[in-house]
């Protein structure tokens, strides 16, 4: 009887690990951290596309070599990223978003470092999304997600 217990409490806490090491990379998980950071500027919601999701799978597994930030050249606005620490979706994300103290509104511009990852995350337009991520055979993890249809326009603002 005790011996069952004690099985019964493994078995809750390798589930538990399971679902903890498997959060934050849902095609929920992308579309919803998504979302949040594009209503904080009143852009409205995004979607998962399956057509974008598989392009952005197989790209992240051809990367799996390398780990290469080299962008794909695909019809797709697309966001790349590495790191190393099991780097997940929301992770990702944030990394894309901290660029947004760069982004000025008023010149439409990128001031003092890069914006355009961000520009990307809250582009109006872009209603559609796909995210892929592999981990390389350097331990590290590549997490690209592309954006249908593509931002970053020359001359149109995000938003
Ligand atoms: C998904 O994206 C593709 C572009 O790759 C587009 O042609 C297709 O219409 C989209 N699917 C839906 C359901 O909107």
Redesign the pocket.
Do not use: G, I, L
């Given at each position: 009887m005790r011996f069952n217990n004690f099985l019964i409490v493994i078995c809750f806490i390798f589930l538990t690990l399971a679902l903890i090491l498997q959060a934050q990379n849902s095609h929920q998980d992308y579309v919803n951290a998504h979302n949040a950071i594009r209503a904080h500027v009143g852009v409205g919601p995004i979607t998962w596309?399956y057509?974008?999701a598989a392009y952005t799978q197989n790209y992240a597994d051809q990367r799996r070599g390398d780990c290469d930030l080299d962008h794909s050249m695909g019809?797709y606005g697309e966001n790349l990223v590495e790191g190393y620490g099991n780097l997940n979706g929301v992770d990702a994300l944030k990394m894309w978003v901290s660029e947004k103290p760069n982004y000025d509104y008023a010149s439409n511009s990128c001031v003092s470092d890069e914006c355009l990852h961000y520009t990307q995350v809250v582009w109006r337009k872009s209603t559609?999304l796909g995210c892929g991520r592999v981990e390389c055979h350097n331990g590290w993890w590549f997490v690209i997600c592309s954006y249908?249809p593509p931002g970053n326009i020359e001359g149109e603002r995000p938003y």
């Open positions: 596309n057509t974008v019809p559609q249908y």
